[in-house]
């Protein structure tokens, strides 16, 4: 009698040689990221155009990830279409996670924003703030900040983090 594992076994050996592949490990030729799509090749040399970077067309961009070009992709079908979509990348460009009222976008550096407000944005009004700041002392007002110079290099520290 036959166990469970062999007749596992032997169906999905009969499936596999019908029906195409529903993973594929594939590395990245080409990526479009207004539209959304790649191009992969196989370890074959077989292409996949248009492969998805997000599941369903509707032009949302809540959650994408922007392969490296030559990097490798775990790309899988799309229900019983010849449709791909890519579900992890080894190296990410870049990636963007959007809701109604947020945007968080990660590459080279980092942008943020939520309710309208720009996290970069805040950051340099505070400097502007603290550049300006008066202080009253028993000899009277204070004129210059003594330590602008070190407030000045926060600054560029974080305008090279944020964007």
Request: a negative charge; proline letters at 3%.
């Given at each position: 009698m036959a166990t469970p594992e062999y007749i596992r076994e032997g169906l999905k050996q009969i499936a596999s040689s019908h029906a195409p592949a529903v993973s594929n490990i594939a590395q990245?030729?080409?990526v479009d990221e207004e539209k959304a799509i790649c191009v992969?090749?196989?370890e074959d040399?077989?292409?996949?155009?248009?492969v998805r970077l997000r599941p369903v067309l509707t032009g949302n961009k809540s959650f994408i990830q922007i392969p490296k070009v030559g990097s490798y992709v775990l790309a899988v079908r799309v229900e019983d279409d010849d449709d791909w979509m890519v579900m992890a990348c080894d190296v990410v460009e870049k990636f963007y996670w959007k809701t109604a009222t947020a945007n968080l976008e990660l590459s080279d550096k980092i942008h943020m924003e939520a309710n309208g407000k720009n996290f970069a944005k805040l950051v340099d009004e505070l400097f502007?703030?603290?550049k300006a700041m008066k202080f009253t002392t028993n000899?009277?007002?204070t004129i210059n900040l003594i330590n602008l110079a070190d407030f000045e290099t926060l600054r560029n520290e974080f305008k090279s983090l944020l964007k």
């Amino acid at each position: 009698m036959a166990t469970p594992e062999y007749i596992r076994e032997g169906l999905k050996q009969i499936a596999s040689s019908h029906a195409p592949a529903v993973s594929n490990i594939a590395q990245v030729k080409s990526v479009d990221e207004e539209k959304a799509i790649c191009v992969l090749t196989d370890e074959d040399g077989q292409e996949y155009l248009d492969v998805r970077l997000r599941p369903v067309l509707t032009g949302n961009k809540s959650f994408i990830q922007i392969p490296k070009v030559g990097s490798y992709v775990l790309a899988v079908r799309v229900e019983d279409d010849d449709d791909w979509m890519v579900m992890a990348c080894d190296v990410v460009e870049k990636f963007y996670w959007k809701t109604a009222t947020a945007n968080l976008e990660l590459s080279d550096k980092i942008h943020m924003e939520a309710n309208g407000k720009n996290f970069a944005k805040l950051v340099d009004e505070l400097f502007d703030a603290i550049k300006a700041m008066k202080f009253t002392t028993n000899y009277g007002p204070t004129i210059n900040l003594i330590n602008l110079a070190d407030f000045e290099t926060l600054r560029n520290e974080f305008k090279s983090l944020l964007k």
